[in-house]
Each structure stands twice: as C-alpha cells, then as structure tokens.
C-alpha cells in the first residue's frame, strides 16, 4: 500500500529556506508511471500546486511560474523519496504541504498527510 | 493559467437529500486527441488531505460510493451525491489537469441542515 510520509521543520523564519522531503513507500520514485507532485494549501490561496518532478528515461522537473525562482524539487532515488526546497521564505509561505502521487494524465490519485509549515519572525 | 470557480462557496443540505455542486473552468479542458474532459473532483474532511473522488470528469476512483457522480464538458462541471450521508460532510474541490499549472476551485463546503 502506497505510503507518503512528509517531514521537515515546522517553523522558519522570513527569508529561511524550507526544505521538505517525501518518504515513498509501496511505490518508487523512478516509476516510469508516476509524477511527484508538492501542493500546498493555505486560507488564502487555497489549493495551490507547486512543483513536480518525474523520470521517463530522463528526470524532469516542473515548477509553477508563482514560485519558480525560488523552488527546486528532486528525486533521491537511494532513499527513495522526493523533496522540496523554497527559499527566502515570507509569511505568505505559510501552509500545509503536501506530497502527492499523480498519474501519467495529471490527477493526484494519492495524498501524504500534510505538514503545516509556518513563516513568522 | 485556467481559472477554476466552483459554485456555491457552502451548503447545507438534509441527509438522504441530492447534492449538486457546479466547477466552471475560465477555458475548455477537452482533450480533442481522445475527447476526454481532464477533470476531477476531490473530498477533503477536516485534518486530512484531499482524496481523489472522480477523474475524467465522471470515472469514480476505486472505492467511491456510487451515489458519487460527475458529469458535464468543455467548461462545465458538476459533482452530484445522490442521496446525502452524515459521512459525506467535507470540503469539496474540483481540478482541471488539461494544463500545467494545473488548478484546482476555491471548494465547496457541505454541511448536514
């Protein structure tokens, strides 16, 4: 049974970078059938996607333009996992975040339990 | 990016009643190539993520109740519960998956009158 487990510090301060990592269990990061997706949602943006990344021969990474010069999201295929990195970080990062799996057409068929992550000085 | 609105924002609807819930999208989101609408809705409740309810517009995932249905295309959408349980009480969201980034409505909340 797939597994997604996030972790990473739960609070940092305005222009901090947030790093997350996603443990995958029950599924592999390189699957030439699966995407890797960081979404996270917040009060006022609500579901917001951020970045993903997928191997089909090569590894690909996309970012969405909101975040794209701060984010960075790779694969560590030795531990099996993924994660996400945001720098200078404000309040406005503040949210949970989540990991998901997505299928080779785009929806996320499995949800990680979020990790709320909080900017404030 | 497309633009997704979900309408209403809340409802209350008593159990046993049928629940619509409308996602218009601010472009189509029809695949011309094999004419499917790349759209889906998920459930949230409170402290969980989001669970994945129906893609393609109107194919359940594994596991979803059959009083769970989708229909619509092109740029509108609706979500229908047949017959409302005390358990279907969430948040609902609609997401288009045709462009990246792909995007998801603002949700709807249904409540139990």
């Known amino acids: 049974q797939l597994q997604l487990r996030p972790s990473g510090p739960g609070l940092l301060k305005p222009s901090q970078t947030l790093s997350l990592t996603c443990a995958i269990s029950g599924d592999s990061v390189s699957s030439n059938s699966a995407t890797w997706n960081w979404i996270r949602q917040s009060p006022s943006r609500g579901l917001e996607w951020l970045g993903r990344?997928?191997?089909?021969?090569?590894?690909?990474?996309d970012y969405a333009l909101s975040v794209k010069s701060r984010i960075t999201v790779n694969p560590d295929t030795s531990k099996n996992q993924f994660s996400l990195q945001l720098n200078s970080v404000t309040p406005e990062d503040t949210a949970v975040y989540y990991c998901t799996r997505e299928t080779p057409v785009g929806w996320s068929d499995f949800w990680g339990q979020g990790t709320l992550v909080t900017v404030s000085s | 990016d497309i633009v997704m609105t979900q309408s209403p924002d809340s409802l209350a609807v008593s159990l046993g009643e049928r629940v619509t819930i409308n996602c218009k999208s601010s472009?189509?989101?029809?695949?011309?190539?094999?004419?499917?609408?790349?759209l889906a809705w998920y459930q949230q409740k409170p402290g969980q993520p989001p669970k994945l309810l129906i893609y393609y517009t109107s194919t359940r995932e594994s596991g979803v109740p059959d009083r769970f249905s989708g229909s619509g295309s092109g740029t509108d959408f609706t979500l229908t519960i047949s017959s409302l349980q005390a358990e279907d009480v969430a948040v609902y969201y609609c997401q288009q998956y045709h462009s990246t980034p792909y995007t998801f409505g603002q949700g709807t909340r249904l409540e139990i009158k």
């Open positions: 472009q189509s989101v029809l695949y011309s190539s094999n004419n499917k609408n790349y």
């Open positions: 990344t997928y191997f089909r021969s090569r590894w690909f990474r």
